[in-house]
């Protein structure tokens, strides 16, 4: 067989721009490169240099980029726009990275091609060329406004989720019509283990936000967005008065090339209630978190959207801290009793988030022993298996759990 996956043209891979999807392709690749298959793998990816630079060192993993232009991405953008305001359509040939991938897949002759998280690729792959195309969804589709998913995805031969939940209410949506499996996402737990570096690393960071030993360090690491709930965590530390609790935002809007947003300006005035107890450090390559987990005694995941699974909540719980999450859609399937505290989310969000925080800060041990609990989890995301997981998926046709 020869497989590709196709990328959905954002960020590179190798992941050195940021991204969930990307991250998680880059895993596969990491996995076909260290194991011994009966396939072929391509994988379609934005071009960025240091993203081919880092792919000179897979010598079994073909790396197609895509180099599209600033002006070409622009004009698309902007004719997207008119085109859609006129006739109510998204041509998505237009799309300059779309168009070059498409051309490299009918000229390739691919058996299978995995889409990652882009739906409006499919229909038109199906369309134009003769592969398998196998849909890899990553969100909740409530998250893709206006889209929806029996026009999308019609023409996928199935999909992959990251979650039963997801699986769940796209089964539904799609009214049963062709095969929804999941395939949990993983981490490489081994970078998020204690090892001097990181934790001489951990301490300069303390150091730099000037939060002393005797503090209590909340994390957040993740978008800075309205649905990840930031706000309300701001909002919840403002309530506290104990000095001794602090928060550190990781993040940005998007991911290597975001711009600050109104939203994010709201944030950095909320904060400013709690004065030097709640800093921001902008966004943060995926090789460098590590250190901020472990800088941290708590990992703070107040998501108000459905989430569609929990990879911040993995790499927090593979680092050994203690998580709070809410009830959000997939993310309480990647924790357990022992290792989350779970906030229920509605009316008076913020207090009982207060308090789920105050909890785990007056007791160390609880931290010590959800930590622990947490670490002992994360082993059974390990990325070993990842590929296989989603290449058996998608020969069998069967539910894979994953690891």
Known sequence: MNICIL?????PVPATGGGAVEGLVEKMADNYEQGCSAYSLSVISKYESGAKALSENYHKVKFHYVKCSPISMGIYQFAKKVIRKIFGVTIIRLNPYFAKALRHIKQNNYDIVIVENAPRFVAPLKKYCKSRIVFHLHNDFSTFDGQYPERLLKDA??????????????????NGKMPVVTVRNV???SSYKKNETVINRACEIRQKYHFSENDTVCLYMGRLVPEKGVLQLIEAVNQIADEHIKLLIVGGSAFSDSSVTEFEKNLFAAAKQAGDRIAFTGFVSPRETSAYYHAADIAVFPSQCEEAAGLVVLEAQGAGKPVIITDSGGMPEYVCSESALCVERGEDFSKRLKDAIITL?????????????GEKLAEDYDKSGYLD???????????INGK
């Open 187 to 189: 981490i490489d737990v």
């Open 361 to 373: 800060h007056e007791s160390q041990q609880l931290r010590q022993k959800m930590g622990t609990a």
């Open 389 to 399: 997981n989603i290449i058996n998926a998608v020969v069998t046709g069967g539910n």
């Open 157 to 174: 031969d199935m999909v992959i989720t990251v979650s039963d939940y997801v699986t769940s209410t796209t089964t539904e949506a799609m």
């Open 7 to 11: 990328t959905p043209g954002a960020y």
